[in-house]
């Protein structure tokens, strides 16, 4: 999959079945400014990544909720009228491997721990746009893009291209068709030549490789959200929970796992927090495993739905293992909790990531 740079690959038995997926390095995060560049930026396919001729690519969009029915070329999409933002991408399955590690809890699916988001800058034509330009009505309900990546099989079934519908009050108010990512042409494995960018929402709703965009005056479906991307489990009704959109609340250390600090010396510890509600208002740390908490310094900027980065001095004493917490809380209030319920897809893990340290006497 043209995976580069410092992206670490998961352990290959993880990907069975899964695609191509490599996680960011949050511990190589250090000095990186507020945009992951796009050879550190995660990826995660469903199968592997196409290699699209610009010159030749379409957009089809049709459907009953079009007057005007009809397609653009890569050229024409360029000469529309561009947006650029700053927007996180995350896996809906961000955090999972935590389910079972901090939880004890069995799960499926790629083991993220916490690399599975990045923040980019983002140019492309509002989808709004093209909607317009190809006579939305006022009856459309959904809207459905499709990527051109070959169709998902997974023991045994065959569930079609990628493809997952977007409500049109949705589609209509902040979503990209995007062409360029950090300033570049969206590189093969983000997309190329244009992928779609549906800010605050699980990252499979922003789907690469579009070719072809339905537009409905009544309800669609596809397996991404009927049988995938819901929340099945105990805690869930038999149907699954209603599809999943916005993020929650989640943050991380810009750390190596088990990093190793030297008693009786101030560190600088950082990190990042993000909520698909809005901005984080604010994040506490713990050095103590969830004993006390300090007030973490925010530093701007504080895009939506982007990261806050955040940092705290931390003066270890005592050599010994460490527990580190970081607890972000957004302008809704939504704080994380120290535990996420279950679901049986590992989606949406949001509670206070345990992060070991070894201090060790200097
Ligand atoms: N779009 C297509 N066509 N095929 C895919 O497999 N994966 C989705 C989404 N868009 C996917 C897709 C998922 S699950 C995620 S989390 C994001 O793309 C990941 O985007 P990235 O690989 O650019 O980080
Ligand atoms: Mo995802």
Redesign the pocket.
Known sequence: GGVTGIVKPLPPETFIGH?TNAEMRWEAMRGVGYHVSNDR???????STPIIDAATWRLELHGTGLRNPRSFGYEELLALPAVTRDAA?E?AGNGRSFFATQQGQEISGTPWRLG?I?VARWRGVPLATVLERAGITPDAVDVMPR?L?APYVADGVDHGR?RRPIPVSKALKDVILAYEMNDRPLPP???HPVRLIVPSWI??A????VGDIEVSTSPLTSPWNTEFYRMFGAAYPPEGSPPLTTQGVRSAFELPWHATLAAGRPYVLHGRSWSGNGRIAGVEVSFDGGATWHRAQLRGPHAVPAWTRWHITWNPQQAGPHTLLARATDETGVVQPARTTHNDYGYLFDAVVHHPVIVVNG
């Not at 930026?41 to 199968?47: A, E, M, Q």
């Not at 922003?206 to 490789?209: A, D, R, Y």
Request: proline share 0%; charged share 15%; hydrophobic share 35%.
């Open positions: 695609g930026f995660f990826v995660r396919n469903h199968t991408i896996c599975g990045g990527g990546d990628v494995d983000h997309g990252g499979l922003s789907i690469k490789w």
